[in-house]
């Protein structure tokens, strides 16, 4: 596992966790446990109503039982993205 | 099982599969890795429904952690479902991690 996300460390990723809640940052460690230290983390809130909204929130240790997925964020495609016009439920927990 | 499902996705890396998450979310891609807690690697990946989901629009390969998975969807051509009964038999037999029959 432990190499699993080694190819992810110091690149932004899309964290997703189980409570249903979507985080960007960037990688700064894991561990076997997938427990996860996320720097420069924003929190990224999605509304049926408004736009998309970014909440910053400093370094994260995110426990790895919380967590869902962990994506590569591309920034390219990320900038491409139109958060402003994205009005769409937030994602789903994960019942476990 | 031991590492039965283990040794078994490694034969699968490479070939596209299809996720489901517990929540319903399902998220087809290339297998790129698996580990012992069957937490799966996935390249080139596609939200299944995406217009739904557009929240992962930038994402294009992930890491997903074994513990939210309900399902695995596998190319057909890809198993030999002898082998896998066949396996899955041998390990009740001898379970290779001491675990009680």
Known sequence: ?96 | MGHLFYSFFKTLVGQPVTVELKNDLAITGVLVSVDQFLNIKLDNIKVVDEERYPHMLAVKNCFIRGSVVRYVQLPAPSVDTALLQDAARRERQQPATGARK
């Open chain 1, 1 to 96: 596992m432990s190499d699993q996300l080694r190819s992810l460390v110091d690149h932004p990723v899309f964290v997703y966790l189980t409570d249903g809640r979507t985080l960007v940052g960037q990688l700064m460690g894991y561990d076997q446990a997938a427990n996860v230290i996320l720097g420069k983390t924003h929190e990224r809130i999605f509304s049926s109503t408004e736009a998309m909204k970014t909440v910053p929130i400093g370094v994260y240790v995110i426990r790895g039982e919380t967590i869902a997925l962990i994506g590569e964020l591309d920034e390219e495609l990320d900038e491409q993205a139109d958060y402003d016009n994205m009005m769409v439920e937030p994602l789903d927990p994960v019942a476990l």
